[in-house]
């Protein structure tokens, strides 16, 4: 590809181009992964021991820090004993990317350790479950408000300066309150996804609104339209495009929320699995777990993307115009 190709703007790639730009976005981080994970020379900070020798601590399997090795070799050898054996290897909180995609599996066919436990499957679907509740909550109460403040200044000076002040306090910090009001199980968390997005949601949706084209409002008011018509019938659907694709990124920070909110009172969901795997020291597990949050969390953008599509095939046409 020329260097022109790179700099381009705002210049829309061939479909054969996207494709594979788009596939070395994910490739690039799994190619540094491989290196410093099979490559021997890049970064082993330890030693994989093979034969313990007779270092008398040393045992087949056993990570040691290679200067730990490399000292303990010249011991034996001017005691003249045999020497340990070990092969370069990472950390075990690194664990290489087969590893990882054998526990995609193996995580959906073990059984949970604990007689009580849940299955990954049920973790994960009660981590969508307190994702789902958070986010339609906000929604309906920061989409509204988002718009009513976009479109009357009165109601944007009455909120929006309460609004700026709230969303620099951190949502985990209302954990013990939301717990002490909620209880334990899943209300709080619930409570600190709504937190996390609801004031987010109220300054984008009306900084969106406030972008819709005064042109067409002065027209319908002209035409009659007031009050409750000017927002069903010239509002709403001029912003809802853009409406839409604000959801789909505040959709996302939902996500970012889910770990904190899942430690909030009882643990639950995908982050009880993730700590407790990480208890054991099963950190492909781990890897497996969070790499699945964001599988999930792409999926649901890409399957919104096809939708936005279908929902709105005027704005399709407008971009090739």
């Known amino acids: 590809m020329k260097p022109a190709f790179w700099f381009a703007l705002r210049k829309t790639l061939p479909p054969r181009s996207k494709l594979i ?25 330890k030693i994989q021991i093979t034969s313990p020798g007779d270092v008398e601590y040393f045992q087949n399997g056993m990570l040691v820090d290679a200067a730990d090795f490399v000292s303990e070799s010249d011991n034996q050898r001017q005691l003249g004993k045999i020497l340990p054996q070990g092969v370069p290897a990472n950390p075990v909180y690194l664990p290489a990317p087969h590893q990882v995609a054998l526990a995609f599996y193996t995580a959906f066919s073990t059984e949970p350790k604990q007689r009580d436990g849940l299955w990954l499957h049920e973790s994960l679907w009660h981590s969508i479950q307190v994702i789902f509740w958070g986010f339609m909550i906000s929604s309906l109460l920061g989409v509204p408000l988002g718009i009513l403040c976009g479109t009357y200044p009165a109601l944007a000076r009455l909120f929006e300066p309460f609004t700026e002040f ?51 409002l002065e027209a319908s008011m002209t035409l009659g339209a007031r009050g409750i018509k000017l927002l069903t019938h010239v509002v709403i659907p001029g912003i809802l495009p853009d409406l839409y694709r604000d959801q789909r990124i505040l959709l996302g920070w939902a996500w970012t929320y889910l770990i904190v909110a899942e430690l909030i009172g009882s643990s639950s969901g995908i982050t009880l699995f993730i700590t407790q795997q990480a208890r054991y020291t099963n950190f492909a597990n781990v890897y497996a777990a969070i790499m699945m949050i964001g599988i999930i969390g792409l999926g649901t953008d890409l399957l919104l993307s096809i939708l936005e599509k279908h929902l709105f095939p005027w704005e399709r046409a407008a971009n090739r115009d």
């Open 21 to 45: 730009v788009g596939s070395c976005s994910f490739l690039l981080p799994l190619l540094i992964w491989c290196l410093v994970s099979y490559v021997p020379f890049i970064w082993h900070p």
């Open 166 to 216: 709230f969303r620099y306090l951190p949502a985990p910090a209302f954990g013990a309150l939301a717990v002490a009001i909620l209880g334990i199980y899943d209300g709080p968390k619930i409570a600190v996804i709504v937190i996390g997005t609801f004031f987010q949601q109220v300054l984008i949706i009306s900084n969106t609104t406030r972008k819709l084209d005064f042109a067409l």
